[in-house]
């Protein structure tokens, strides 16, 4: 993989690089047409990494389908599948971590730690190996995204990030590779988190800009779900993820939640 990547970028050639766990959806789908249209040769990369969950997480069970996500990928003009062994990324003796101190251990970093030292740290190799020019990721894991761009600009990697918009189902859901893991109930139940992020943007078009006011009519609303269990909700600032006691301008609404005992995120952006 580096050599065909200093080879193209020889040729002066655009790399294009879309990471992946697989199980791929309409929102990984997205981002490779976007990275079609923007790169001469279109890497997307296939690993699901262990460094990036719990012990008590679902590492084992992470939906996988190799040949499926090969189809797909090709459908939508990838050159290159690079799906390599977590012993190829994690050799015997391996000691080497990147970790963005400070956004790394809010909102989702609290309830699990470590999770982004393993993000930033297999992000940063595949961009060693693939040399992309340009990375695209979706807005549905916003932190991740913060904390990359940040790591990109404070380690002066030479690579631009794309962020492209959430992609939902017709009613709403967030595409996540674990709603495979939703029965039907849950399912249903889980639509309960975008109906508070719409009222809260709803609350904000209205004028409110309490933080506290916001907050608690989310919450409202979602506990009137009995199987979804609240992670977090938070207003924050989306370049620091400090918590917004006013919204006077930009904000990150976020949120995390269990249902049933499948853990899911979303979010939204609000702009003054």
């Not at 990471?19 to 309409?26: A, I, K, N, V, W």
């Not at 971590?97 to 190799?125: I, N, Q, Y």
Request: charged share 25%.
């Amino acid at each position: 993989m580096q050599v065909l990547a200093d080879r193209v970028r020889t040729e002066g050639k655009k790399i294009g690089l879309v990471p992946t766990m697989g199980y791929l959806h309409e929102g990984h789908l997205s981002l490779l047409r976007a990275a079609r249209k923007a790169s001469d040769l279109l890497v997307m990369s296939l690993f699901v990494n262990p460094t990036q969950f719990g012990p008590h997480e679902d590492y084992a069970t992470y939906p996988r389908d190799f040949e499926r996500d090969l189809d797909l990928a090709s459908s939508e003009g990838t050159d290159i599948v690079f799906a390599p062994t977590a012993a190829e990324i994690y050799p015997a003796g391996y000691t080497t971590w990147v970790e963005v101190a400070g956004l790394s251990d809010k909102l989702c970093g609290k309830s699990r730690p470590g999770h982004f030292r393993g993000v930033t740290t297999v992000v940063t190799k595949l961009f060693n190996i693939v040399k992309p020019h340009v990375a695209f990721f979706g807005q549905k894991d916003a932190q991740q995204a913060i904390i990359i761009r940040r790591m990109v600009q404070d380690l002066n990697m030479d690579v631009n990030i794309e962020v492209l918009p959430t992609v939902r189902e017709a009613d709403g859901l967030a595409l996540s590779s674990r709603n495979v893991y939703l029965n039907d109930r849950e399912r249903q139940a889980a639509l309960v988190l975008n109906r508070a992020l719409k009222a809260a943007q709803e609350l904000v078009q209205s004028g409110e800009r309490s933080s506290a006011v916001i907050l608690s009519k989310m919450s409202e609303l979602i506990g009137q779900e009995p199987l979804v269990v609240v992670d977090y909700i938070a207003i924050t600032d989306p370049l620091t993820l400090e918590d917004l006691e006013k919204i006077d301008s930009k904000a990150l609404i976020a949120l995390a939640a269990k249902v049933g005992k499948t853990r899911l995120i979303d979010n939204c952006m609000v702009d003054l």
